[in-house]
């Protein structure tokens, strides 16, 4: 049973704009943590942000000022809103949940439990 359905992918020029979510369902509805993951073919999966409970955010330094999470308690949704797109954003992103996010000093950090099956982002240059 799938727990965390992301959609919203799919083909843009660089410089455009993609908004990507993620429902979550289950054991993962309850979680205080969630994330959003990307991998490139043939690289490894790497993080992309967090956000937690209370609404605090964290962004890898590539996506900083143009990719923005965020998430809808009520409906369980977690979002990417992303600008600005490069042909190196191009990957397929994962939602991630966790039942809390970690905190070191300003950085939020998650180790996911619950994995979507992921959305590919195709940006052309």
């Known amino acids: 049973q799938d727990q965390l359905a992301e959609s919203g992918g799919g083909s843009v020029e660089a410089g455009g704009s993609l908004r990507l979510s993620c429902t979550a369902s289950?054991?993962?509805?309850?979680?205080?943590?969630m994330a959003w993951f990307r991998q490139a073919p043939g690289e490894g999966r790497e993080w992309v942000a967090t956000?937690?409970?209370?609404?605090?955010?964290d962004y890898d330094d590539s996506v900083k000022g143009r990719f923005t999470i965020s998430k809808n308690n009520a409906e369980n949704t977690l979002y990417l809103q992303m600008h600005s797109l490069k042909s190196e954003d191009t990957a397929m992103y994962y939602c991630?949940?966790?039942?809390?996010?970690?905190?070191?000093?300003?950085?939020?950090?998650?180790?996911?439990?619950?994995w979507g099956q992921g959305t590919q982002v195709t940006v052309s240059s």
């Open positions: 991630a949940a966790e039942s809390r996010c970690t905190v070191l000093g300003d950085r939020i950090r998650i180790v996911p439990y619950y």
């Open positions: 289950g054991d993962a509805s309850t979680t205080d943590c």
């Open positions: 956000i937690d409970r209370d609404g605090s955010t």
